[in-house]
């Protein structure tokens, strides 16, 4: 809903009226959403009550105010300036966005004259059986002129089945002092539909994350199988990208050109540069450098930075660190908090030993330019292992390595100096 708001240029402040689970909305919206105001409802005491405790923020605003429920995930932008167009063509006090339903189960429904005019709403609690067969209802989605708003719910009680403030209530005291009321139904009644329990949560989320699957498809992404595929509305995914069967990539993630992405993935709040891998993996809070590789049963965990053609392979945990372009972490290794230059390779069961029990605390591990460990290197911050230097298999390395030194051992010493490989001896 936010988001269709966002493509609206007539609607300029939003506010966001939070009451239970206050916390969770506010982080979600603040890290997806910007220039949202929040507004508190200490006790749910109705729709009513809710637009009511807004009236402070809004004691200077003229014009039109935009009401929608919280739980109309469906509603599109299109239909938003259709309802705004036609409250400010008509010149009406209250408009409010109706929609025919073949199931009308849970709304209000719209009770019109003889003539064919709106007469009022009759909320689905307070409903005899006459009017529980209507098929209009009202989405909940109202127009008001500012003027008459905060004066109108003053006025409103709480007389009726729920005990509650009723926001069309507010409606129908304007059209009592004489305003005018105008209604506008919504070409596709799916818009509207709410959210009132866990699996009608289930059934729009699906119905959302189809048709963005449907978006991200039509601009050249390919999905193996929508079904088994779930990316957030908003999520970035350039064009030639495979994703693959059971892949989930959240937040603010963001996937570049002609990647391979899946099965089993998950992507939260990261970044996959172009022509990247990852498969079978899980990458949180982490930057996945162009033709990369990743997996499969890799971890990225937050603050990994992954270089150009570099590799974090098979059961592979990594976090807090860089490694740099080229440099491969091929299998069975934790690194955290090091910092690894270019072209290193790391042997199977490299470990950085990043934490000390006693002091609780996490030090640096340093591997520069060209530099490899043997298999079961144990590495034991804080430890520099400089350039073109190496470490034999099984050694545990407590002090810094001197450029294109050997050392093996527990604890590790220096055996010889590094033979000079191919590229050393190039011209």
């Given at each position: 809903m936010l988001r269709a708001l966002q493509e609206v240029a007539e609607v300029?402040?939003?506010?966001?009226?939070?009451?239970?689970?206050?916390?969770?909305?506010?982080?979600?919206?603040?890290?997806?959403?910007?220039?949202?105001?929040?507004?508190?409802?200490?006790?749910?005491?109705?729709?009513?009550d809710a637009v009511k405790r807004t009236q402070q923020e809004l004691a200077d605003h003229e014009g039109t105010i935009l009401v929608l429920p919280g739980d109309g995930p469906l509603i599109k932008a299109a239909t938003i300036e259709r309802l705004l167009h036609e409250h400010e063509k008509t010149e009406a006090d209250v408009s409010l966005l109706t929609a025919n339903l073949d199931n009308p189960r849970g709304y209000g429904r719209i009770l019109r004259t003889e003539q064919g005019n709106f007469d009022r709403i009759v909320e689905e609690a307070d409903a005899g059986p006459a009017e529980q067969a209507i098929n209009e209802v009202s989405s909940g989605i109202f127009c008001f002129r500012a003027q008459g708003l905060f004066a109108a719910l003053e006025k409103v009680t709480t007389d009726n089945a729920q005990g509650e403030y009723y926001l069309p209530d507010a409606a129908l005291v304007i059209r009592a002092e004489g305003g005018k009321m105008y209604t506008v139904t919504a070409d596709d009644g799916n818009e509207i539909r709410g959210v009132n329990d866990r699996s009608e949560l289930a059934d729009v989320s699906r119905q959302l994350r189809l048709e963005y699957l449907e978006k991200l498809a039509s601009n050249g992404v390919t999905i193996e199988d929508p079904l088994t595929?779930?990316?957030?509305?908003?999520?970035?995914?350039?064009?030639?990208?495979?994703?693959?069967?059971?892949?989930?990539?959240?937040?603010?993630?963001?996937?570049?050109?002609?990647?391979?992405?899946?099965?089993n993935t998950r992507i939260a709040d990261s970044i996959v540069d172009d022509r990247a891998e990852v498969t079978f993996s899980v990458i949180r809070e982490s930057h996945i450098g162009a033709e990369a590789t990743v997996g499969p049963f890799a971890s990225l965990r937050p603050g990994t930075r992954l270089g150009p053609r570099a590799k974090a392979g098979t059961f592979v945990e990594i976090k807090g660190s860089i490694i740099g372009e080229g440099s491969k972490v091929p299998h069975q290794s934790y690194v955290g908090d090091a910092e690894i230059g270019k072209d290193v390779n790391l042997g199977a069961g490299t470990i950085t030993g990043n934490y000390d029990n006693e002091t609780k605390i996490k030090s640096k591990t340093v591997i520069e330019d060209g530099a490899f460990t043997g298999s079961n290197t144990t590495l034991v911050a804080p430890v520099t292992v400089a350039k073109d230097a190496g470490t034999g298999a099984g050694s545990v390395v407590t002090k810094d390595v001197d450029p294109e030194d050997i050392v093996a051992g527990v604890p590790a010493r220096k055996m010889r100096k590094r033979k000079p490989r191919p590229r050393d001896n190039k011209k």
């Amino acid at each position: 809903m936010l988001r269709a708001l966002q493509e609206v240029a007539e609607v300029g402040r939003v506010i966001v009226v939070v009451g239970k689970g206050k916390d969770e909305v506010i982080d979600y919206v603040d890290r997806h959403f910007e220039g949202v105001t929040f507004v508190e409802q200490p006790e749910q005491l109705g729709t009513g009550d809710a637009v009511k405790r807004t009236q402070q923020e809004l004691a200077d605003h003229e014009g039109t105010i935009l009401v929608l429920p919280g739980d109309g995930p469906l509603i599109k932008a299109a239909t938003i300036e259709r309802l705004l167009h036609e409250h400010e063509k008509t010149e009406a006090d209250v408009s409010l966005l109706t929609a025919n339903l073949d199931n009308p189960r849970g709304y209000g429904r719209i009770l019109r004259t003889e003539q064919g005019n709106f007469d009022r709403i009759v909320e689905e609690a307070d409903a005899g059986p006459a009017e529980q067969a209507i098929n209009e209802v009202s989405s909940g989605i109202f127009c008001f002129r500012a003027q008459g708003l905060f004066a109108a719910l003053e006025k409103v009680t709480t007389d009726n089945a729920q005990g509650e403030y009723y926001l069309p209530d507010a409606a129908l005291v304007i059209r009592a002092e004489g305003g005018k009321m105008y209604t506008v139904t919504a070409d596709d009644g799916n818009e509207i539909r709410g959210v009132n329990d866990r699996s009608e949560l289930a059934d729009v989320s699906r119905q959302l994350r189809l048709e963005y699957l449907e978006k991200l498809a039509s601009n050249g992404v390919t999905i193996e199988d929508p079904l088994t595929t779930y990316i957030d509305e908003g999520v970035e995914v350039g064009p030639d990208t495979v994703i693959r069967p059971l892949t989930f990539i959240e937040g603010s993630s963001r996937i570049g050109s002609g990647c391979q992405i899946g099965p089993n993935t998950r992507i939260a709040d990261s970044i996959v540069d172009d022509r990247a891998e990852v498969t079978f993996s899980v990458i949180r809070e982490s930057h996945i450098g162009a033709e990369a590789t990743v997996g499969p049963f890799a971890s990225l965990r937050p603050g990994t930075r992954l270089g150009p053609r570099a590799k974090a392979g098979t059961f592979v945990e990594i976090k807090g660190s860089i490694i740099g372009e080229g440099s491969k972490v091929p299998h069975q290794s934790y690194v955290g908090d090091a910092e690894i230059g270019k072209d290193v390779n790391l042997g199977a069961g490299t470990i950085t030993g990043n934490y000390d029990n006693e002091t609780k605390i996490k030090s640096k591990t340093v591997i520069e330019d060209g530099a490899f460990t043997g298999s079961n290197t144990t590495l034991v911050a804080p430890v520099t292992v400089a350039k073109d230097a190496g470490t034999g298999a099984g050694s545990v390395v407590t002090k810094d390595v001197d450029p294109e030194d050997i050392v093996a051992g527990v604890p590790a010493r220096k055996m010889r100096k590094r033979k000079p490989r191919p590229r050393d001896n190039k011209k």
